[in-house]
């Protein structure tokens, strides 16, 4: 599935120039203090950055195996659209792997941006050799069948300690993963933009021999 050109754009705009710490800032500015997931979430591989719309899973964890048990996991891959971040909240369960290589590969082929998994995933070197975005709790070689099932896709969930609804805007890089509310986007997205600017700014200044002090005084960025 393509994504129309304006979306795309944008969200290709974002990655290349923003950073997680930057709409942490302006978030925490705008009064939306608790948007940066846990610490806890990390990247596949270091250089990972993902940006995209929540596309939202509810996982539980289960102690047998019960017929059809990918059902849930395979109907909230395919309804992945361009442009989506699949979100997935699980518990966070230790017992589990929700993500592995081809659900990656059915995502990437919905035109989906990256995954943030509360949890444990595996194919892990598959994944990065795809170059597909992954954040998780960490990596475990088991199988979700009679461990977990998906309840509840496109709703709203905690994932990471934080509350994402579908069609936030999702920003993960090395530092972590912020979440950005629908009704705080187009003002975090613009005074994210002029923070990066202004920081860019205070940077030369400070290599060419400026105090903090005074760049601090003249730009207000630090």
Known sequence: ???????????????????????SDVL????????AMAARLRPLWQEAVLVGRAHTALTV??????PDPYRGEIEAVDSLKAGDVMVAATGPSTRTCFWGELLATAARGHGARGAVVDGYVRDVRRIR?????????????????????VVECGTTVMCGDVVVHEGDLVFGDVDGIVVVPREAEEEAVR??????????????????????????????VI
């Open 129 to 149: 050799q795809m170059d597909f975005p992954v954040f998780t709790t960490g990596m475990s070689p088991v199988d979700s069948a009679g461990r977990s099932i």
């Open 61 to 66: 964890d289960i102690v047998e195996v019960r």
């Open 1 to 23: 599935m393509k994504q129309t050109a304006p979306e795309d754009a944008y969200l290709d705009t974002l990655r290349d120039r923003l950073y997680s710490a930057v709409l």
């Open 28 to 35: 925490d500015q705008l009064g939306f203090r608790n948007q």
């Open 191 to 220: 005074r994210a933009l002029e923070k990066v600017a202004g920081e860019d700014r205070t940077r030369a200044a400070l290599e060419q021999g400026m105090t903090l002090t005074e760049v601090y005084a003249k730009y207000g």
